[in-house]
């Protein structure tokens, strides 16, 4: 049993370079999110997911696109990488109901150069 | 505007002492309040969860209480490891399908010898 694996752990991008972070769980949650973690702040989500084939924005959106074609993935793209963007993106998910644990993936920590 | 608040921003303790980290929220409709540890370079583990109706919760050496009519939660940890060096996080949910966490910026740990 896996849990939430995210590809990949580290990553340098050049500045307008694309890419996506893919999200992976084997817990048939329906629930997935995405964060990023900065220093002195606390995780701030940037898309969420409720179920195959549906997706919704968060605090912080711009930038990233998001999809969820398998229920088992949930993949963070950024179409027009900026330094901005350098960070520290973790990937989670649950059960549906109020009061399911969230577990969270081990982080992709990217660098915009 | 939901928000989480911590206190203190980091704390220094001797092994085997106790401590207590405080939690102060404004998060409404208020569903569930959790308590995470990160350790340094890994995604967040969740340590409790307490809905509206619960007061206490123990996992451990952890015991984390809270009082829904002043918004605030503590996190009290017994006799400190040094593995309990890390990042606390408290985080609230609201009460709304598919919710998102709302976290707080985290307590910094640390247990010396």
């Known amino acids: 049993n896996a849990g939430v694996t995210q590809t990949p752990k580290f990553r340098v991008l050049k500045t307008g370079q694309s890419m996506t972070l893919l999200c992976a769980q084997d817990?048939?949650?329906?629930?997935m999110y995405w964060y990023r973690q900065d220093p002195g702040m606390g995780l701030r989500l940037i898309h969420y997911s409720v179920g195959e084939g549906t997706t919704a924005k968060g605090e912080v959106p711009d930038g990233y696109n998001v999809s969820r074609l398998k229920k088992q993935n949930f993949l963070l793209g950024l179409e027009s990488a900026a330094p901005s963007q350098t960070s520290v993106y973790f990937c989670?998910?649950?059960?549906?109901?109020?009061?399911?644990?969230?577990?969270f993936g081990q982080g992709t920590r990217l660098t915009v150069v | 505007k939901n928000q989480v608040e911590q206190s203190p921003q980091s704390l220094i303790i001797l092994e085997g002492k106790n401590c207590t980290l405080q939690?102060?929220?404004?998060?409404?409709?208020?569903?569930?309040l959790r308590w995470y540890k990160q350790d340094t370079g890994r995604g967040p583990v969740s340590l409790t969860i307490m809905t509206f109706s619960e007061n206490t919760k123990s996992n451990g050496r952890y015991t984390a209480t809270l009082d829904a009519d002043t918004k605030q939660s503590s996190l009290h940890i017994t006799a400190s490891q040094l593995s309990d060096s890390a990042s606390y996080i408290c985080?609230?949910?609201?009460?709304?399908?598919?919710?998102?966490?709302?976290f707080g910026k985290g307590t910094t740990l640390s247990v010396s010898s």
């Open positions: 939690c102060n929220y404004t998060v409404s409709p208020f569903s569930n």
């Open positions: 817990m048939n949650h329906e629930y």
């Open positions: 989670a998910s649950r059960k549906t109901g109020e009061n399911t644990e969230a577990f």
């Open positions: 985080v609230v949910s609201a009460y709304q399908a598919g919710t998102a966490l709302i």
